[in-house]
T-cell receptor, first 113, second 109 residues
Framework: NAGVTQTPKFRVLKTGQSMTLLCAQD?????MYWYRQDPGMGLRLIHY???????AKGEVPDGYNVSRLKKQNFLLGLESAAPSQTSVYFC????????????FGEGSWLTVV | DAKTTQPNSMESNEEEPVHLPCNHS???????IHWYRQLPSQGPEYVIH???SNVNNRMASLAIAEDRKSSTLILHRATLRDAAVYYC??????????FGPGTRLSVLP
């Protein structure tokens, strides 16, 4: 009963390095989301996907790219990491984009030095 | 997206009821009122949601004002595990969820 799984859980990057965060869900959900949460703040939507092969921009998409090649996976990429991208990243999924419950992963702590 | 106003923080004693208010005066007619909570160092988790009528589940109750401009999340008997940040989110679609600062609930033993 895994739900939404994020890897890695912790990562330290140097400015300019690239990395990919992987999100996997085993609930056959159509919709997937990537959020970031800065200290003391609420979550902000980076990108989302309404189905396999689709992606769309959220509130704060700059500096990030995403891909949804398989229904169960949603990847978040940082091509050239910046200190401003130091944050906790949460992946989430839901059956549909309407009032269905959104299930969140446990978070990935990323520090860019 | 509807704007919300929630108290920054609230305190409760263990085993007592807690009423967490939320104002959402700009809510649209089709928006559901969702409540999520975030325990320390975890992702948010679903608590309850409703449209017009009051709702109950095993975790909480949701009381929605008749004009839908405000709602109250009710925890009937607070436990230490209920200490979290509670988010009130009026929205129809998941991609329109706006997580504001929420209300930080402290539960005193």
């Amino acid at each position: 009963n895994a739900g939404v799984t994020q890897t890695p859980k912790f990562r330290v990057l140097k400015t300019g390095q690239s990395m990919t965060l992987l999100c996997a869900q085993d609930m056959n959900h159509e919709y997937m989301y990537w959020y970031r949460q800065d200290p003391g703040m609420g979550l902000r939507l980076i990108h989302y996907s309404v189905g396999e092969g689709t992606t769309a921009k959220g509130e704060v998409p700059d500096g990030y790219n995403v891909s949804r090649l398989k229904k169960q996976n949603f990847l978040l990429g940082l091509e050239s990491a910046a200190p401003s991208q130091t944050s906790v990243y949460f992946c989430a999924s839901s059956y549909r984009a309407s009032w269905d419950t959104i299930y969140f992963g446990e978070g990935s702590w990323l520090t860019v030095v | 997206d509807a704007k919300t106003t929630q108290p920054n923080s609230m305190e409760s004693n263990e085993e007592e009821p807690v009423h967490l208010p939320c104002n959402h005066s700009t809510i649209s007619g089709t928006d559901y009122i969702h409540w999520y909570r975030q325990l320390p160092s975890q992702g948010p988790e679903y608590v309850i949601h409703g449209l017009t009528s009051n709702v109950n589940n095993r975790m909480a109750s949701l009381a929605i004002a008749e004009d839908r401009k405000s709602s109250t999340l009710i925890l009937h008997r607070a436990t230490l595990r209920d200490a979290a940040v509670y988010y009130c989110i009026p929205a129809l679609y998941g991609q329109n969820f706006v997580f504001g600062p929420g209300t930080r609930l402290s539960v005193l033993p």
